[in-house]
């Protein structure tokens, strides 16, 4: 049994839903009423024989939204009898074609930790095992137990995006998409893993070219697609727009070092990065690519400085202030280099997005 949820908590204003129409091509008719998700594309070029940094700023379609009625260590019960059989959002490629080929996370659509995902590992008829982010945990989430009925913090059940759902056609067998590891330490990291094409899946390079057409794809992740063919291609993404504020776990992982984070910011419209919320000390770098011109292994074209302040100054431009200015663009990916810290530590980025603020 499914349960519609009204977004009563940021409904997109009419204007805010026109801006995402004239931007990225969401037709005007894609948007359905509030208790439904709006629907939106995101298109964009790579070059023949060239780099392009991508992330995907769409979600897939969610499979259930309810709210938490308790939390037990990982496990969290929702509210009613959604009748789910068990380890529905389990993923399982045993056998092909894979009974269950997706993976499933939970995404908190309310409260304090708005936007935090949490794997699912088994379920019950009404409960869901999870294994939060890295950095993340379930620790102050509203429960109905615990908060008084209709007080849980509402909750989507999503599948993730794999290589073989991002590009359900296939694309052209050579290329690649690099997958920059999210647990190692340090700046200037390199692919882990690589995945490649064979026209019509993927097979991972780390796993003996195995099959890797069901391989997730975190949120808010950041990738490099490696076009190795003489033709540009057409990178389009299709998908549900994001309803809950963008939240991503940054964490340094070594003592005095940076830490480069590649990722994409969860909006279908361009955000000013003075009003993305990012930035937590004096040092911290953004690096932007070009991805429209050519090249492999290109060089960031944009290097931005945060000032401690809430400035981010471009290192092109004087280290002029460019927060009105310089903008995260909806498919693009990025690189946040966290300022070094004496010993690890856990930064939370979360921000509501533009299109989600309620009209004045």
């Known amino acids: 049994m499914m349960s519609a949820r009204l977004f009563t908590m940021k409904t997109p204003s009419i204007f805010s839903i026109l801006t995402a129409t004239a931007l990225v091509g969401i037709g005007a008719t894609a948007f359905a009423q ?27 379609a969610a499979a259930f939204k309810g709210k938490i009625d ?19 959002f389990v993923q399982d490629i045993s056998v092909q074609p894979a009974p269950q080929p997706s993976t499933f996370v939970v995404s908190l659509a309310t409260g304090s930790k708005e936007g935090l995902t949490a794997t699912i590992t088994a379920n019950g008829t009404n409960t869901l095992t999870v294994i939060p982010a890295e950095g993340d945990d379930l620790t102050g989430l509203a429960t109905e137990q615990a908060d008084g009925a209709g007080n849980g913090d509402e909750i989507d059940i999503i599948p993730l995006w794999t290589p073989g759902t991002l590009f359900p056609d296939g694309v052209t067998a050579g290329v690649q998409l690099l997958l920059i590891p999210n647990g190692a330490a340090g700046v200037n990291l390199g692919a882990n893993p690589i995945l ?26 950041g990738l490099i697609m490696r076009n190795t063919s003489g033709s540009p291609i057409t990178v389009t993404s299709v998908g549900a727009v994001p309803m809950s504020s963008h939240r991503l776990v940054i964490r340094t992982l070594a003592d005095n070092t940076p830490q480069d984070v590649w990722f994409s910011y969860a909006s279908p419209v ?48 004087g280290f002029a202030n460019v927060n009105g200015t310089f903008e995260l663009k909806p498919g693009f990916g990025y690189v946040f280099r966290k300022a070094a810290t004496p010993t690890p530590q856990t930064f939370v980025w979360q921000d509501v997005q533009t299109y989600l603020t309620p009209a004045p």
């Open 34 to 60: 509030v208790a439904t998700e709006p629907v939106g594309f995101i298109s964009q070029d790579v070059p023949a024989n060239s780099d392009a940094v991508i992330g995907v700023p769409l979600y897939r």
């Open 70 to 88: 308790s939390i037990s260590g990982n496990v969290i019960t929702v509210v009613g009898t959604p009748g789910f059989t068990a380890d529905q």
């Open 196 to 221: 490649f094409s064979n026209g019509t899946g993927w097979l991972n390079s780390n796993n003996g070219f195995a099959d890797a057409t069901h391989l997730p794809l975190r949120f808010g992740q």
């Open 270 to 317: 361009p955000t000013f990065i003075g009003t993305a919320g990012l930035g937590f000390s004096p040092g911290d770098q953004l690096l932007a690519f070009d991805n429209s011109a050519t090249g492999i292994n290109k060089a960031a074209t944009d290097i931005l400085f945060y000032n401690g302040a809430g400035g981010w100054l471009d290192s092109n431009n």
